[in-house]
């Protein structure tokens, strides 16, 4: 039997005789397990390593306790610094030099960004009250 082409003008032949009973035969080539990771690493020993955690915290003890409420401190006297500004600009000083001061002191906690960005506020609010006291 013979199908037109619907691309071009040739006609394809068609075997209608095909059996469809004829078995698939497929045999397993290698009884291995699959290997899983590397290539080229080495094979395991048994033994398992004791890995490190990627950022190591020291315990400090009471220091870190201490350290946190520097931070938090520091959050606080930088409300305290800010209003000063305003009413007393030599009580800011005091209490930017202060906010100085505990913000150094979190520096040693596990929330260093945080501290750093309290330590240039401070630095800066010092700074304004210095000059807002001066004039």
């Known amino acids: 039997m013979q199908e037109p082409d619907p691309v071009g003008n040739e006609e394809i032949q068609v075997d209608e005789n095909v059996n469809d009973d004829a078995p698939v035969m497929a045999r397993v080539v290698d009884e291995t397990p699959d290997r899983i990771g590397s290539p080229f690493a080495a094979a395991p020993s048994g033994k398992k390593r004791q890995r490190l955690p990627a950022v190591a915290l020291h315990d400090l003890g009471p220091l870190q306790y201490t350290a946190i409420g520097g931070v938090v401190s520091a ?9 000063a500004l305003a ?3 030599p009580g800011g000083c005091i209490i930017a030099a202060l906010g100085c001061a505990t913000a150094t002191l979190g520096l040693h906690s596990k929330f260093k960004r945080i501290t750093t960005g309290m330590l240039v506020s401070h630095a800066c609010l010092f700074v304004a009250c210095f000059i807002n006291a001066s004039t």
């Open 75 to 83: 959050t606080m006297l930088l409300g305290f610094a800010i209003l």
């Open 87 to 89: 009413w007393f600009p």
